[in-house]
């Protein structure tokens, strides 16, 4: 999200996302294929886990309060995998976290 919410524009005091802006100049790293396995094996578990709860619509699966814990724990991990392909260690901060998305972009437009 700290991408998104430093690209985009705000509409009041929401996040106005848009293809062109937000979604086009997000930074992706070249994927070996292990990663691009990997990824693909994380988002069929996520697709799994939330299958198991068709009963329940997107808006109560993801409401933050309610949000089953399996589920949470899919994106965790699918979060973690994603972040790897940035950095081998965690980021300590959203800023840090951002610098290396804008040394992507800097390198992506180069």
């Excluded at 690209?7 to 293809?19: F, H, V």
């Excluded at 299958?51 to 949000?67: F, I, N, T």
């Amino acid at each position: 999200m700290v991408w998104v919410k430093t690209i985009a524009g705000k509409l009041e005091e929401r996040i106005r996302y848009t293809s062109a802006i937000c979604y086009n100049t997000f930074p992706v790293p070249k994927l070996m294929k292990a990663s691009i396995f990997k990824l693909n094996e994380s988002a069929f578990k996520i697709l799994a886990v939330r299958e198991s709860y068709s009963h329940l619509s997107l808006a109560q699966l993801y409401d933050p309060e309610k949000m089953p814990f399996d589920l949470k724990q899919a994106h965790k991990e699918n979060d973690s995998l994603v972040e790897k392909l940035y950095k081998s260690s965690d980021f300590k901060t959203d800023e840090e976290r951002l610098e290396r998305l804008f040394h992507y972009y800097e390198t992506m437009l180069n």
